[in-house]
């Protein structure tokens, strides 16, 4: 029920009078939603509102309240947005008048709009981006965006809450309005070559119930400072090498490496003051490389070893540096490196090109004679490539490849060749090429899993995301690129598509509508991931939609039926046993298990200790036997209810009246039976006292019975006879008429005595039809056998 609160004050006493009436009731409440009942709140007559021409002024661009004129009720047409009525303001209030004619009367409205929680606090920018030097020092605070809330109160923003960090927490201040403030402090110094971005989140919580609350992400970049100076990977590196080689040639080529970044980073290269002027005479020093080459004429005599000392300074605006020593041994042997020529390079190849396609010529050569001039080359590592040497060309060979290649587990090789003389020691060199593999389209996309099930509760949303089905395609660029589709399938002249849809791009899963469990518990359907390669290649997952069951539906009872809005009536004899069935109740739920299983319970009873209700099966029994105190009426009304949660019932009414006997039925019989059934309310000592006045009259009417319903001989032998049951209900015979296909005739005649009623049963003969029906209690018994007889005889004449 909604809250309201009112308060009446009089404010002028003249023959119109003008009254202020004030209620308070909560934002969103639903439609129709009844705020008070403003007849019985001032005292006017519902009866007369439609006559006097009551209206309602609103001072509002809105609708929102409307007044019934039969009821005198005021009740909510649209719903009341307090945050939409009254932005930032503590107090809302929605004025209205009432105007009755005839007399006049102005009735001034003041309905006051309290605040729910429905809005949760969010932030202006949901990103925040900060710069941060790796020099800040702890302590230092950094300015961040506060939330806003549009409830008021307890409902607006409470705190700020920051996601874990070693080195970041929040302070929240309050200003001079309330209004809180938020300051992202540093708590440990950073380091860039440790973690150069810091990703929180904030989050802003209310005070409501239940709690709301909105995030943003605080994404802090940490700004290098040039605190890493240049490392060589040794402190000394010794070379070894012959005289007279080339200039130019590579001695070796240093590495030093700043964890810096930026200017930082870069590095330059540069003889120390201790390397000697012939020693830079004899080597150049790349300072942008590092790499160390020949300059002048290495010569064993001249000179066995040269000492190089290197440094390497950074670009910063206060740079750092490294020291290393090369040292370079010369040797006094085998002076002349075999060389390698390599031609018509294939630097780039399709990953699924055929093996033994040529892919480089390469030729060696010495310009040393004897031992010291034979070559011979090979692949440094194990690769999927060969060498063959030419049979017509010696000491020329063909780069081929001998195994499949694939791309996605090795993107690119480097094939060092190495060619070495005998010499002693033998020289060598090498040439490294370098071989990409293009992307060809020869991986399907594949799914984690070959089966999904998902389970969706019923009266679901349209459009709710159900799951996430992605593929991975490990190729590369088009050949990458998923696409994702249904599969389509007919359920019921139904397309999956218009039960289902799914986003080509990311594989998000989407139901399109809303489902009944009750109608359709379950779905079964593929999805195909295909690529954009050419041709494309796909694949496809099978997805199995459960559709949970909810308790939407409301037991049904099927039996006793009756219409709706109506009650279900019944006779049973005054003389019914204890323990006897008097009804039994049975109510259907369309929802599954749990959601259906029903109990019963009486609502009302006019006498608890008369009947009992068993709680499972819906059985409604005699507790004792009746009594003349009890009343002739009984009035049941059973609820059936299911075990959902919350339980959904539906209710019965039965109405039960007793009646004295039950008029009973026997099998037909050559000689015509008679029964009486004496009223039991009558005493003893009358009947006696009424019998011997009435005598002569029931024997006229037993002859005259008898005669009438004497057997008639049949031409063929009858059959056996049957047992018919007649109930009485509402002093007839039977409800209604019934037509069936027999060996006899059943004529039913009835007359009424001081004492009850006769039962006549006649044969007729075998393969005739049959009518029994409802005859009034005041037929007499001379009427009632000619009837009959004229019915009996129409009938033989139908059949």
């Excluded at 740079?319 to 294939?346: A, F």
């Excluded at 409800?735 to 005739?745: E, H, K």
Aim: proline content about 6%; some cysteine.
């Amino acid at each position: 029920m909604p809250f309201w609160t009112t308060v009446f004050v009089l404010c002028a006493a003249w023959p119109s009078a003008l009254s202020v009436t004030r209620y308070s009731i909560a934002e969103e409440m639903d439609r129709g939603s009844v705020v008070a009942n403003l007849a019985a709140d001032l005292g006017l007559d519902p009866g007369g509102l439609a006559q006097r021409e009551v209206k309602l002024d609103i001072f509002t661009n809105k609708k929102y309240l409307d007044f019934n004129k039969k009821t005198g009720e005021l009740y909510i047409v649209e719903k009341i947005d307090r945050e939409y009525l009254c932005p930032a303001k503590p107090t809302c209030f929605l004025k209205l008048d009432v105007i009755i004619e005839s007399p006049l009367r102005i009735f001034n409205i003041e309905l006051g709009i309290t605040d729910i929680n429905d809005n949760a606090p969010h932030f202006r920018r949901d990103r925040v981006e900060l710069d941060v030097s790796e020099s800040a020092t702890p302590g230092e605070r950094f300015s961040l965006p506060n939330a806003v809330d549009p409830d008021v109160d307890i409902n607006t923003i409470k705190t700020y809450k920051l996601s874990v960090s070693e080195h970041f927490t929040i302070e929240i201040q309050t200003g001079s309005d309330g209004t809180q403030y938020v300051d992202l402090v540093l708590t440990k110094s950073l380091d860039r070559e440790e973690n150069a971005v810091h990703n929180l989140i904030l989050t802003a919580v209310d005070g409501g119930v239940p709690v709301r609350s909105g995030t943003a992400n605080i994404i802090v970049r940490v700004q290098d400072t040039n605190d890493n100076p240049p490392r060589f990977d040794k402190q000394i590196y010794t070379i070894n090498m012959t005289e007279n080689s080339p200039t130019g040639a590579l001695v070796m080529k240093l590495n030093a490496t700043d964890l810096d970044e930026g200017l930082n980073s870069e590095i330059v290269y540069s003889f120390t003051l201790y390397t000697s002027e012939k020693t830079q005479d004899a080597f150049a020093l790349n300072p942008n490389t590092g790499e160390i080459t020949v300059k002048g004429t290495i010569d064993y005599e001249d000179m066995k070893f040269y000492e190089m000392h290197i440094e390497a300074r950074d670009k910063g605006a206060h740079p750092l540096l490294g020291q290393c020593k090369v040292v370079v041994h010369v040797t006094d042997m085998n002076d002349n490196y075999p060389e390698i020529t390599i031609q018509s390079v294939k630097n780039t190849l399709d990953e699924n090109i055929p093996v033994g396609i040529v892919i480089a010529l390469v030729g060696i050569s010495d310009r040393d004679t004897g031992d010291n001039g034979k070559v011979s080359l090979s692949i440094h590592q194990p690769m999927p490539f060969i060498l063959n040497e030419s049979s017509d060309r010696p000491m020329h060979y063909k780069l081929i490849v001998s195994e499949p290649l694939d791309r996605e587990t090795v993107p690119e090789y480097e094939i060092m060749l190495i060619v070495t003389d005998a010499g002693k020691p033998p020289l060598s060199d090498n040439e490294t090429i370098t071989v990409h593999l293009l992307d060809v389209n020869d991986n399907a996309p594949q799914f984690p899993q070959s089966f999904y099930t998902i389970r969706v509760m019923e009266n679901n949303a349209p459009g709710a995301l159900l799951s996430s089905l992605t593929a991975f395609d490990p190729d590369l660029h088009e050949n990458q690129y998923l696409v994702y589709f249904i599969l389509e399938k007919e359920i019921a002249n139904t397309s999956m598509s218009m039960l289902f849809s799914i986003n080509p791009e990311n594989g998000n899963l989407y139901a399109l509508k809303t489902f009944d469990y009750e109608i359709e518990k379950e779905f079964l359907f593929h999805i195909e991931a295909r690529d954009s390669g050419s041709p494309p290649l796909s694949s496809n997952v099978t997805v199995h939609i459960i559709i949970v069951d909810q308790n939407d539906n409301a037991p049904v009872i099927v039996s006793p039926w009756r219409a709706h809005g109506s009650v279900v009536e019944d006779k049973i004899p005054r003389s019914t046993d204890k323990g006897s069935l008097v009804a039994k109740v049975i109510a259907l739920d369309t929802d599954s298990v749990h959601n259906s299983r029903i109990t019963y319970q009486f609502l009302q009873v006019t006498d608890a200790t008369l009947f009992s209700l068993d709680q499972y099966n819906g059985e409604i029994r005699t507790m004792r036997m009746f009594s003349y105190r009890d009343p002739r009426h009984q009035r049941l009304v059973v609820v059936a209810k299911d075990n959902g949660d919350p339980a959904l019932s539906a209710t019965v009414t039965i109405k039960l009246s007793t009646v004295e006997t039950a008029v009973k039925a026997y099998s037909d019989m050559t000689e015509v039976p008679l029964e009486y059934d004496i009223f039991s309310d009558l005493n003893l000592y009358l009947v006696i006292g009424l019998g011997s006045v009435s005598f002569l009259l029931l024997i006229t009417i037993l002859v005259t019975i008898v005669l009438k319903c004497q057997k008639p001989k049949p031409s063929k032998a009858a059959p056996p006879s049957r047992n018919s049951v007649i109930s009485e209900r509402n002093s007839t015979v039977a409800d209604s008429t019934l037509v069936s296909n027999d060996a006899y005739w059943y004529s039913l005649f009835l007359a009424e005595t001081r004492k009850g009623k006769l039962v006549v049963r006649q044969p007729v003969p075998k393969g005739s039809r049959y009518i029994v029906s409802s005859i009034p209690r005041g037929t007499g018994l001379t009427e009632t056998s000619d009837s009959a007889a004229s019915t009996l005889q129409v009938w033989q004449n139908v059949n």
